[in-house]
């Protein structure tokens, strides 16, 4: 069989050039600048539940999770975050709420970064000196993280509701008192549940300053709406080239968060696909069972870790076009497939044996990728 150019261009297309932002760390993840756009997620155990955290952390950087936030909104689950940071294999993320207190106590247990929200911190605005300080002898980044809401209630009286404009002035406000201190390891979030307020707010945040920021729709709602919310405003974003790190919110497992995540990424070329299924939608033209087909081929190769575009068609209008134009494809019609490998079709097989043939000519080609051609598969059908 002759050798198969697998996964996309070694320069991809992008819409736009990546907005000009400063970098940070968070632990051992650039943020901003020329770094690649990381995708966040959040546990949802009892932080004081130690082995369950450490448990879906594994999960989540298995996930191909970047960093992990994790609530702290009681002295227990401060205390509890020195072993979690030290023991998590991505960078640990520490939210902040109410209590200043527990900025230090999370800087001390040696987290990467404090999430703080100027909004209903008390006294936050009397503490940044302090803050500042422990943070940059820890070298420890921050993220200002700005919510519709929590948001101030001067600015909720100012502007009568949470708008674009009353979030970036809380953010801008914010970013100065720590950059009068001397202090620039932070990144700025301005989240809001409407979509269309988010856009709105992060345009005009990403036009005041360089600061780099972390994208998120908040309260964005269950998998299927909250999918949708984030795609749609991430999507404009990124693709303007706004937003250097991302967190999908969603009333669901938080692994199925970075899975979109990930999948919104790659369908913009900020970060290399990895397996991706092309498959017709319902049509009367189709001649086998396409949502079956498509599954069990999904399912078949869900462990596959090279770079690869498969193409399950149904009928004989799009099925050769797309088949021909993946890695591997299959048109199928009248009880047969033709298999396509790189544009050819190598052979014709029974409807019935389309799906282990599939997985099989899959299996060959990524025993011959390059070394290096791996990664976490990510499937949409």
Request: proline share 6%; charged share 20%; hydrophobic share 45%.
């Amino acid at each position: 069989m002759p050798a198969v150019n697998l996964g996309m261009p070694a320069v991809p297309d992008l819409l736009a050039p990546r907005r000009p932002s400063r970098k940070i760390r968070v632990g051992s993840v650039e943020v901003g600048g020329d770094a690649r756009v990381s995708v966040q997620s959040m546990t949802t155990t009892p932080t004081t539940d130690i082995n369950a955290t450490l448990q879906q952390i594994a999960e989540l950087t298995a996930s191909g999770c970047d960093i992990v936030r994790v609530a702290v909104p009681s002295r227990d689950d401060a205390e509890a975050l020195p072993i979690i940071a030290r023991k998590s294999q991505i960078p640990v993320i520490a939210d902040i709420h109410f209590q200043p207190n527990y900025v230090f106590a999370a800087i001390d247990a040696g987290c990467a970064g404090v999430r703080v929200n100027p909004g209903n911190i008390r006294k936050f605005d009397d503490r940044v000196g302090e803050i500042a300080a422990a943070a940059r002898a820890a070298g420890v980044s921050l993220r200002i993280g700005v919510n519709a809401g929590s948001l101030e209630p001067s600015l909720l009286q100012k502007y009568g509701r949470p708008t674009a404009e009353a979030l970036v002035e809380s953010a801008v406000w914010e970013a100065s008192l720590f950059e009068e201190h001397d202090f620039h390891d932070f990144k700025i979030s301005v989240k809001h549940n409407d979509p269309i307020v988010m856009v709105k707010a992060y345009r005009m945040l990403a036009a005041r300053g360089d600061w780099p920021l972390h994208l998120g729709v908040t309260e964005a709602g269950p998998a299927f709406q909250g999918t949708i919310k984030s795609a749609t405003a991430f999507g404009i974003l990124l693709a303007e080239g706004i937003g250097d790190t991302i967190r999908v919110s969603l009333s669901a497992p938080p692994v199925e968060e970075v899975k979109v995540g990930l999948q919104i990424l790659q369908s913009l070329n900020l970060r290399e696909r990895r397996l991706e299924i092309v498959s017709c939608p319902s049509c009367g033209r189709a001649q086998v069972d396409v949502y079956s087909l498509a599954e069990r081929v999904t399912e078949g190769l869900k462990h596959l870790t090279v770079p690869l575009r498969v193409a399950v068609m149904g009928c004989v209008v799009n099925g050769p076009g797309e088949a021909r134009e993946a890695d591997l494809g299959v048109a199928s019609g009248n009880g047969k497939g033709q298999i396509f490998v790189k544009g050819e079709v190598v052979k014709t097989v029974p409807e019935a044996e389309i799906v282990e043939t599939l997985i099989a000519e899959a299996g060959r080609i990524a025993a011959d990728a390059p070394a290096g051609e791996t990664g976490s598969p990510q499937v949409v059908v």
